[in-house]
């Protein structure tokens, strides 16, 4: 019997401070709600970010994998393994040129080696008649159909004699034909890219969209590659090297021979000073992933800083509500209430505002991370929704924490107030 009185005091000495909050938060509804409202919208932030920085992640790394497990990157810069060249970053590197790719496409060296295309890139604006649209201009080589696995829809791709004779030739991503030809035929038609006129031999098959700006076949212009660094960007140097191994293994032995074969052409005796980085899937998935997370963390570090605006609110508010009920405070002592009793009430209190509002902004965050991924899957992205159990845990431990952190100080502030001087508090 006395262990049953024992456990019922136990449970009414947590449950009685929870009853007390519960009414004090009725009473002052607006600014209860008020207070909710700063961790609902920093708890709401942080689901977003994690879930749109994972599904973005999923985005990318997807892509990637699609393009093909057999494909080897060269690109100019040095580059140590954990980071990405510096072309990567927008820096022009100008050490990749049209004879390195022949050098390695044609190496006895390399049996593993089935192609290889070469890139530039840039921007143009395309006329033809009346209307005019700007398009991301892809310089290339005629083995581009081969490495990429692309397929022409109408007409044909260009030849390497073509690229060697800087042809005007064009052929056009799909969404392009469209913008410009609208349900025309653009076969064999006349546009103009800058200033000069160059016929349309080609339309590809419809590709769907790439992610956060990568250049989509769909959305480009491709040209014969001498043509585009003659003719339009007045360059000799290559963006990068796509190469095409013959088997996923034999990737190692492909890269090592290519790395080979550039050292001997830049006369580079020390490995160290390389001025060019071989890449492949495996090791772009690695880099994509290091850069993507360190963004991940970055924006969830930000999106934090309003959990802790909620929080110095839920301080603030708390500090008002110890100063209003002194002489509660005082009442409840005078009747026997201790120091951890009063403790236990505001923290509590504190508690239950921002456990509420995580609530509320785990809900929110959710609904805005769906309606973002729909959005995205409008516009032609296979964008995932990736909302991890962990991360809703994570904030719910995260908004109690905040409203225990924040709700100490008026805690221990009210349960240090002396009885008598509360009973003469006017």
């Not at 003719?231 to 032995?253: A, C, E, Q, W």
């Not at 090791?283 to 991940?296: D, F, G, K």
């Not at 930000?302 to 929080?311: A, E, K, N, P, Y």
């Amino acid at each position: 019997m006395d262990s049953r009185l024992r456990g019922n005091d136990i449970i009414m000495r947590f449950w009685n401070p929870i009853i007390i909050s519960y009414k004090n938060l009725m009473a002052t509804k607006l600014r209860s709600f008020l207070t909710i409202l700063g961790v609902v919208i920093g708890v709401a932030s942080v689901i977003i970010i994690m879930a749109v920085g994972r599904s973005a992640q999923a985005l990318i790394i997807d892509q990637i994998q699609g393009v093909g497990s057999n494909l080897i990157a060269v690109l100019p810069g040095a580059s140590n393994e954990d980071g990405p060249p510096a072309s990567v970053f927008g820096i022009a590197v100008t050490t990749l040129t049209y004879d390195d790719l022949q050098a390695i496409r044609n190496s006895r060296r390399l049996p593993e080696i089935e192609d290889g295309a070469g890139y530039v890139s840039g921007s143009v604006s395309i006329s033809y008649r009346d209307s005019s649209v700007n398009a991301s201009l892809t310089g290339t080589t005629a083995s581009y159909l081969n490495v990429e696995d692309s397929e022409i829809g109408k007409g044909r791709f260009f030849t390497e004699e073509e690229n060697l004779n800087l042809s005007r030739v064009a052929v056009l991503g799909n969404q392009v034909a469209k913008d410009v030809f609208g349900d025309g035929n653009p076969i064999n038609q006349r546009i103009e890219i800058g200033d000069q006129n160059f016929q349309v031999i080609g339309v590809f098959e419809e590709r769907g969209s790439s992610a956060f700006g990568a250049q989509s076949q769909d959305d480009s212009i491709f040209i014969p590659l001498k043509t585009a660094q003659k003719n339009i960007l007045g360059i000799n140097h290559l963006g990068f090297i796509r190469l095409k191994v013959k088997s996923p293994d034999l990737i190692d032995s492909a890269k090592a021979g290519t790395v080979t074969i550039l050292r001997d052409r830049h006369n580079i005796k020390d490995p160290t000073k390389d001025d060019f980085s071989v890449r492949d899937q495996a090791s772009a998935l690695e880099t994509i992933t290091t850069v993507t997370n360190a963004l991940r963390y970055f924006l969830l570090a930000i999106g934090s800083i309003s959990l802790i605006v909620g929080g110095v609110g839920i301080m603030n508010i708390m500090l008002i509500a110890v100063s209003q009920r002194i002489r509660e405070v005082g009442l409840r002592k005078a009747v026997g209430a201790k120091n951890e009793d009063i403790l236990y009430q505001f923290i509590i209190e504190s508690a239950t505002v921002s456990f509420v509002g995580g609530v509320i902004g785990i809900i929110f965050g959710v609904l805005i991370s769906l309606i973002i991924a729909l959005i995205g899957q409008a516009l032609g992205y296979e964008w995932p929704l990736l909302i991890s159990p962990v991360s809703i845990l994570i904030a719910v431990v995260i908004s109690i924490g905040v409203g225990i952190l924040f709700g100490s100080y008026p805690a221990r502030k009210a349960s240090k107030i002396s009885p008598m001087e509360a009973l003469r508090y006017e």
